[in-house]
């Protein structure tokens, strides 16, 4: 399976698709981190579905999934960009089992959506993690906020993931609600016998023909998905700037330097006495010629 997004059309219809596929992206993204199965799955689907909301939203900056629960798993973590690159991570209080399901691992759980656009207002979305599954949550959050039918199908075995959506989307090409209702019911229960072995093997024209080879759809161009963390040393010290001079001293005289870690691809950026001093040194401005 390709690391890719890719969108499709079912011609003459107001329905559209998308398929996005994970695979060394993913392994990157878990390779820094010792997950337990359970968590490496649910991830998985977690970023797959964060690849197919960026495609949805159609937005400039970054989006972020976090869900967290007093449960077993705390913290579950996505971040996508427009440019189709994600980060992921997850904190948890006990190993669960391989098979634990959504529900055991995030009870009574939250899920928060924010899109920070590069221009414009920053968006809040929450989706309560009531359904059995990932999938079912992402649906009931569009319809709910796009006001669109919607169906997601999400797959991971702890090494790839999968997604695969079709939505309604409003009113110009066919008028007449029946037939509108119709055509939506017959293409989802064709979807609805995606298995999910073919979600997460079978490549994108192949399956679009197992499931609707009577259809006339367009299929547009794979677009990569890779993963990459946007840390960097120029971040990290924007954020040693924002704590308290006398806290940065302490630690300096503890420990000779102040060590941060990345918590998404563990990269230490480490700062000496010297660095920091550097750091929080009045900036000293041009003067200004007058003519």
Same mark, same amino acid.
């Given at each position: 399976?390709?690391?890719?997004?890719?969108?499709?059309?079912?011609?003459?219809?107001?329905?559209?698709?998308?398929?996005?596929?994970?695979?060394?992206?993913?392994?990157?993204?878990?390779?820094?981190?010792?997950?337990?199965? /359970? $968590?490496?799955?649910?991830?998985? =689907?977690? +970023?797959?579905? *964060?690849? %197919?909301?960026?495609?949805?939203?159609?937005? @400039?900056?970054?989006?972020?999934?976090?869900?967290?629960?007093?449960?077993?798993?705390?913290?579950?973590?996505?971040?996508?960009?427009?440019?189709?690159?994600?980060? /992921? $991570?997850?904190?948890?209080?006990? =190993?669960? +089992?391989?098979? *634990?399901? %959504?529900?055991?691992?995030?009870?009574?759980? @939250?899920?928060?959506?924010?899109?920070?656009?590069?221009?414009?207002?920053?968006?809040?979305?929450?989706?309560?993690?009531?359904?059995?599954?990932?999938?079912?949550?992402?649906?009931?959050?569009?319809?709910?906020?796009?006001?669109?039918?919607?169906?997601?199908?999400?797959?991971?075995?702890?090494?790839?993931?999968?997604?695969?959506?079709?939505?309604?989307?409003?009113?110009?090409?066919?008028?007449?609600?029946?037939?509108?209702?119709?055509?939506?019911?017959?293409?989802?229960?064709?979807?609805?016998?995606?298995?999910?072995?073919?979600?997460?093997?079978?490549?994108?024209?192949?399956?679009?023909?197992?499931?609707?080879?009577?259809?006339?759809?367009?299929?547009?161009?794979?677009?990569?998905?890779?993963?990459?963390?946007?840390?960097?040393?120029?971040?990290?010290?924007?954020?040693?700037?924002?704590?308290?001079?006398?806290?940065?001293?302490?630690?300096?005289?503890?420990?000779?330097?102040?060590?941060?870690?990345?918590?998404?691809?563990?990269?230490?950026?480490?700062?000496?006495?010297?660095?920091?001093?550097?750091?929080?040194?009045?900036?000293?401005?041009?003067?200004?010629?007058?003519?």
């Amino acid at each position: 399976m390709p690391d890719t997004a890719q969108r499709f059309l079912f011609e003459n219809t107001d329905i559209r698709g998308e398929r996005v596929g994970l695979s060394s992206s993913l392994q990157a993204a878990f390779e820094p981190h010792a997950y337990p199965l /359970a $968590i490496r799955t649910l991830l998985g =689907e977690m +970023a797959a579905a *964060a690849v %197919l909301l960026s495609t949805t939203l159609k937005f @400039q900056g970054t989006m972020s999934l976090q869900a967290r629960s007093n449960g077993p798993v705390s913290v579950l973590m996505v971040e996508c960009t427009d440019q189709r690159t994600f980060r /992921a $991570i997850a904190r948890w209080k006990e =190993e669960p +089992a391989d098979n *634990a399901d %959504l529900q055991t691992l995030l009870p009574d759980g @939250q899920l928060v959506i924010t899109v920070d656009p590069v221009k414009g207002k920053r968006y809040h979305g929450i989706v309560p993690l009531e359904n059995p599954t990932l999938a079912n949550c992402f649906a009931q959050y569009f319809q709910q906020s796009e006001q669109l039918p919607t169906c997601v199908w999400l797959a991971s075995d702890g090494n790839s993931a999968s997604g695969f959506l079709l939505q309604a989307l409003p009113a110009t090409v066919e008028k007449d609600e029946k037939v509108r209702e119709e055509r939506w019911s017959h293409l989802t229960t064709l979807a609805h016998t995606l298995t999910d072995e073919e979600l997460l093997s079978v490549e994108t024209e192949t399956l679009l023909h197992r499931l609707f080879h009577e259809e006339d759809i367009r299929l547009f161009d794979a677009e990569p998905v890779s993963y990459r963390c946007t840390c960097s040393r120029e971040r990290t010290a924007t954020a040693l700037q924002t704590v308290d001079r006398q806290e940065l001293e302490d630690i300096l005289a503890e420990q000779g330097e102040i060590n941060m870690d990345c918590q998404f691809c563990n990269t230490r950026y480490s700062f000496s006495a010297d660095d920091v001093a550097d750091l929080l040194a009045p900036k000293q401005t041009s003067p200004r010629t007058l003519h």
